[in-house]
């Protein structure tokens, strides 16, 4: 099982409260789901993406241009968004046997966004 989660579960963010918590939330659930089924063999990881080059964030920021030197550049350290394949290579990986020790763990592909 893959939750989809966010940078934002792991800081605060002002005017963000309520999607933090409930991104947060995710990373616990997972957690306690993955003690709660480890010995039936299923995994339980969340995946904790950062700003990602979408169409959600093009309409948000007005273009994707304007998200990637407002958002991308600014707030994450390798200074870029990230882009969906990036994200999607994650979650197969979560999905495959190369992962088969990780239960209850949180992937963070948020380029640096939570280091600072």
Known sequence: ????????????EPGDTAYCVTKGA???LA??????HAADGI???????G?????AMAREFG??????????RA????????????????????ACD???FMTGADLLIDGGYTAR
């Open 26 to 28: 995710l990373l616990m």
């Open 31 to 36: 957690k306690g789901m993955a003690l709660d």
């Open 43 to 49: 995994r339980v990881n969340t995946l904790s993406p």
């Open 98 to 100: 190369e992962s088969s």
């Open 51 to 55: 700003g990602i080059a979408t169409e």
């Open 75 to 94: 707030r994450h350290p390798l200074g870029r968004l990230g882009r969906p394949e990036e994200i999607a290579a994650a979650a197969l990986f979560l």
């Open 63 to 72: 273009d994707l241009a304007t998200a990637e030197r407002d958002w991308g």
């Open 1 to 12: 099982i893959i939750h989809i989660a966010s940078q934002m579960g792991q800081v605060a």
